[in-house]
């Protein structure tokens, strides 16, 4: 059974730094993509970052710069790195990793971040 741990959120100050961690286990597939999504009250859920196929990188244009997210394939851990935070970036944040059928889409529980002016 596919499991996706989150940590690390919190709250911050605008200008301050956070890192979330994903924690995964039960992965035996193949994975296709590793992102971070973020959805604020009120508003659709929206992609954040992407790690795709041979490691392409991908960021929604708010966040690039900014955000970094990145992998640790030995301790099946997926990272983003937050700098210089806004109170936009306010939501709560999902890890999400996908593998080679529709059936592999699997999410975390999601972490609260919260950046006050």
């Known amino acids: 059974q596919v499991q996706l741990v989150e940590s690390g959120g919190g709250l911050v100050e605008a200008g301050g730094s956070l890192r979330l961690s994903c924690a995964a286990s039960?992965?035996?597939?193949?994975?296709?993509?590793i992102a971070w999504y973020r959805q604020a009250p009120g508003k659709q859920r929206e992609l954040v970052a992407v790690?795709?196929?041979?490691?392409?990188?991908d960021y929604l244009p708010s966040v690039k710069g900014r955000f970094t997210i990145s992998r640790d394939i030995a301790k099946n851990t997926m990272y983003l790195q937050m700098n210089s935070l806004k109170p936009g970036d306010t939501a709560v944040y999902s890890c999400?990793?996908?593998?080679?059928?529709?059936?592999?889409?699997?999410w975390g529980q999601g972490t609260q971040v919260t950046v006050s002016s």
């Open positions: 790690i795709g196929n041979g490691g392409v990188t």
């Open positions: 999400n990793i996908r593998g080679p059928s529709l059936s592999h889409n699997y």
């Open positions: 039960g992965i035996t597939f193949s994975i296709s993509a």
